[in-house]
């Protein structure tokens, strides 16, 4: 017999006095409609019912931490940043990496995103706090064994920004986690208004030990809300690569079966696969959207085929249109880089679109116009 996520305890016992210690209450409505969703239609494992319930607890608290830092504080506004979009599993790891060579650019790393306070201004509270998290990584490596070939995470490594709105308990993280399919629904039409202004508040946190020339940020649902983050960064510029969503549906469906089977008894693999094809169909056509609202020089589009091709190439002209200079230096680190990247033995990321229930007709009916307006 499964575990429900909470069994019969209640979403004010869950905030354990937290309520009202958490500035804005933007929280309380997604967190119910999330606990009531994984509790009616999952069973989870021992691990899976302690994980989740663990990972709202701590992202409430990393919120409170941070609330109790900047309540009192005149912030400054922060680096321009810049979003690189696109849908899941289509490259933008890849030019995130690239573009995290750059000195200009600053991500946040994914131990200060999971644990970014007290500040940790010395080399030995950042080690200390590196190494705990790693352990954390270790563990989450051994219980889901694909982990690696998917998403290779090191808590010093920059990391995508999405598990910042899990803060807000809006993040598609947790459709990962669990099949909830309400809170799915919930997250497709609701504001990340109050999102955004927690983002920007997270990173005028982080400027308190050094602001950059500008934050290069990553999650692949940020282009389903362009006027959502233009609220609180005017300025924000975007990269959005594209990749035929043959390819990034069914790996997002693998990632996504992988991360459930850790924490489920049973994980319906056609349920994902027509959870993540309506999801991210929808995400992309509020961008596709909402992108008029962007100036010429605020959003580059690159083809994946073409990044692949030439990624110092694509990174130039993207560099250009966005008024960036590309220096000597960045420009030795991403060939180098480059090098090194052919020398690596990679696992192998195996999946198909039939093991979730999908045909190449079903994504190409989905993404009908996207496809042809990008002749992939």
């Known amino acids: 017999m499964g575990l429900k996520v909470f069994d019969d305890i209640s979403v004010e016992k869950m905030l354990g006095g937290l309520d009202g210690q958490l500035g804005e209450d933007d929280y309380s409505e997604p967190l119910e409609i999330l606990i009531n969703s994984a509790n009616k239609n999952n069973q989870f494992n021992v691990f899976g019912a302690f994980a989740f319930k663990n990972q709202l607890k701590d992202r409430l608290q990393a919120r409170k931490k941070i609330y109790d830092f900047i309540k009192d504080k005149k912030l400054p506004e922060p680096a321009t940043p810049i979003f690189v979009t696109g849908l899941p599993r289509s490259g933008t790891t890849f030019l995130f990496n690239l573009l995290s060579l750059d000195k200009n650019h600053r991500s946040p790393f994914y131990w200060e995103i999971m644990s970014p306070l007290p500040l940790a201004k010395e080399e030995k509270q950042r080690i200390w706090r590196q190494r705990k998290i790693n352990l954390e990584l270790r563990f989450a490596r051994t219980i889901i064994p694909k982990l690696r070939a998917m998403h290779h995470i090191r808590a010093e490594t920059p990391e995508e920004c999405e598990l910042i709105a899990t803060m807000n308990i809006r993040s598609f993280v947790y459709m990962c986690f669990a099949d909830v399919p309400e809170y799915v629904e919930y997250l497709k039409d609701c504001s990340f208004k109050s999102v955004f202004l927690w983002h920007k508040r997270f990173f005028q946190t982080l400027e308190f030990t050094g602001r950059p020339n ?51 008894k049973n994980v319906n693999q056609a349920k994902i696969g027509r959870t993540v094809l309506d999801f991210w169909q929808h995400n992309l056509n509020k961008g596709i959207t909402d992108r008029e609202m962007l100036g010429p020089n605020q959003i580059v589009d690159i083809a994946y085929r073409d990044f692949i091709s030439d990624p110092l190439g694509e990174i130039k002209k993207t560099y250009s249109i966005l008024g960036f200079d590309v220096d000597i230096e960045t420009e030795n680190k991403i060939e180098q880089y480059l090098i090194n990247q052919k020398t690596l033995k990679k696992q192998k990321h195996s999946y198909s679109l039939n093991d979730f229930g999908l045909t190449e007709n079903d994504v190409k009916n989905q993404f009908h116009d996207y496809m042809m307006n990008y002749d992939f």
């Open 214 to 264: 500008r934050w290069l940020l990553k999650d692949p649902s940020h282009i389903g809300h362009i006027p959502d983050i233009l609220s609180a960064y005017p300025n924000a510029k975007f990269i959005n690569i594209h990749r035929n969503p043959l390819e990034s549906v069914g790996s997002f469906c693998s990632l996504t079966k992988n991360i459930r089977a850790a924490f489920s």
